[in-house]
């Protein structure tokens, strides 16, 4: 079945600093795969997404790559600010299951100046 | 434009009682989703409706759980009898159905109903 492992936190790093959330993924076709951010006090919101082997999603510092010969989705960012204090949840969906989403348990993230 | 909303954000009941969480979808979304967000544990799947076609319930911990989803649009879910284990956030989201090309678009999420059962 689908499933996804992300990595345990909590994550405390220094501003600055450079940040690796590690997502490995189960899947039984070609997912879709997610990060989601969850800031303090709001809902889940995309961070970013890749469709295909290969692509690249990024958005505001934050970089994944999807590699299928690993089956991973790291998330990666150069520089932390305070700001990126959320939890990150990464995520698969898969056609050939429907349209369900499967989500990580979530790994928070403190940044401290 | 406005996002998924959820009502109430906080609900607090007893053991036993009956509640209704309700979710307003994005205008135009097709897709809408249920999840529950337990302390410390990530998104668990409940229920899922896509237009008209018959709701996926596979997620639904047990028979006390319920969903519909009026006109393609409102959805409320209902847990009758609840327990204790049911404290949790409940989250609705929702997506316009799959992109051209097959893939999937996003899902936007409402801020939660936080549910406390005492």
């Known amino acids: 079945g689908n499933s996804v492992t992300q990595m345990e936190g909590p994550v405390t790093l220094s501003e600055e600093a450079f940040l690796t959330i590690n997502c490995t993924y189960t899947?039984?076709?070609?997912?879709?795969l997610f990060w989601y951010v969850q800031y303090p006090g709001e809902g889940l919101q995309l961070l970013l997404k890749?469709?295909?082997?290969?692509d690249k999603g990024s958005n505001k510092g934050f970089e994944a790559t999807y590699r299928k010969e690993t089956t991973s989705f790291h998330l990666e960012k150069g520089s932390v600010q305070v700001s990126d204090s959320a939890v990150y949840f990464c995520a698969l969906s898969e056609a050939n299951t429907g349209n369900q989403f499967y989500f990580g348990t979530g790994t928070s993230l403190t940044v401290i100046p | 434009g406005a996002g998924v909303s959820q009502s109430p954000s906080n609900k607090v009941t007893e053991k036993g009682k009956d509640v209704e969480l309700r979710c307003d979808p994005i205008?135009?979304?097709?897709?809408l989703y249920w999840y529950r967000q337990s302390l410390g544990q990530g998104l668990e799947f409940l229920i899922y409706f896509q237009g008209n076609s018959a709701p996926d319930k596979s997620g639904l911990p047990s028979d006390r759980f319920s969903a519909e989803r009026t006109g393609g649009s409102v959805s409320t879910l209902t847990i009758q009898r609840t327990q204790q284990e049911d404290s949790a956030v409940y989250l609705c989201?929702?997506?316009?159905?799959?992109?051209?090309?097959?893939?999937?678009?996003?899902?936007?999420f409402g801020p939660g109903t936080r549910l406390t059962v005492t």
């Open positions: 205008s135009g979304h097709t897709a």
């Open positions: 899947a039984t076709g070609y997912p879709s």
């Open positions: 989201a929702s997506s316009l159905s799959r992109l051209a090309g097959g893939s999937l678009n996003e899902q936007y």
């Open positions: 890749a469709t295909k082997a290969d």
